[in-house]
């Protein structure tokens, strides 16, 4: 029987999709609900055949296909067949891709999405992420692919000032205290967006913005869009969070940031700060573990040897003595002993941690 997959009613309504023709509605359809999709809506497909129940050519396929990817609806390498739906996480619910039994499968998936669409996948995922469910498996994900624990903020991180390529117009700004766009970056409507970084300025004068002059930072674009999100969707679900980010973002270049903007972002940051913490404390608790864990199993394996290098006598003593102090006291272990003696596993183990705590070990 084949999977079920589900589109929501606002499919239809969605902004976002008010520009697609009828073929790209069916593309985009298709590339949702066909036999290759999997948890995450970024998965590997065979074009002459995805096309097939439509009664498309891989030509049509593809055809539709680039006119999706050129509206940024999803993204395709037609070499390899490898499809990224954008759509999906607004007909999916997330969360439940990332716990219980499906977990491990999203893991896997993700850890196999091609590397020039990881950084930008884990960030969408993470725009949809309500509770730190996602933020917490995409940890484990990129602390296991790099070798090093990676938190919530390396994931959300700004992408250093000198890897940006040079073709980016970076657009000087200078905030007022009403957040309107200062003279110096021309006439309205002539601004060229800069989806990267705009420089902002920071420097307060009490609660509010310096007008002019003074220190500057840079300060990612994305990031106050991200921390508008954060806000709004503490009090209410946004349906459509591509256009209410859109929305945001369009504010924000036309009319500049204003101190709401800067107070919301600094609470999204310590939230941020907080939620890496939170990690990082994880993270130092469980190594703490482990290093324990690791030396009682070398002190195990060090009573181990000097128990067999004991003499024949001596070592009978040594379990004559864990029968009367240990197993004889618990019915279990009884059960145990009489049917394998030291072989069993249960029984091993607590004879060794005798043999180590009675400090039979510590000499040779």
Known sequence: MGRQRIISDSFWTDPDLINLTTEDRMCLVLMMTNQDTNIIGIYRTVWRVVGAGMGWSEAQTLLAARDLMAKGHVEIDEATGWVWVKEWWKHNYIRGAFVGNVKGKALKEMSQIPEKWKRPA????????????????????????????????????QQPLEEIGSSLARIPYRGHRDGLP???????GNHTPNHIFTPISTTTQGNGLQPGGGDFEQVSLEDLVNAALWAAEKGKTIKNVGGYRRKVRNRLLEQGPNRTDFETLSAWRNAVEKAT?????????????EAANAEIAAKYRAAQIRFEALAADDRQVAIDEFKRCVVERSATLQRFYAKQGLVHKAVHAAFIQFFSDANRGDSA
């Open 182 to 188: 200062s003279t110096s970056q021309g006439a309205p």
């Open 122 to 157: 884990y960030e969408s995922f993470l725009r949809f992420d309500e509770d730190g469910t996602v933020a917490e498996a995409l940890s484990v994900l990129t602390a296991s692919e790099s070798g090093a624990a990676k938190g919530y903020n390396a994931l959300f991180g």
């Open 277 to 289: 913490s939170r990690d990082d404390h994880a993270q130092k608790t469980l190594a703490q573990q």
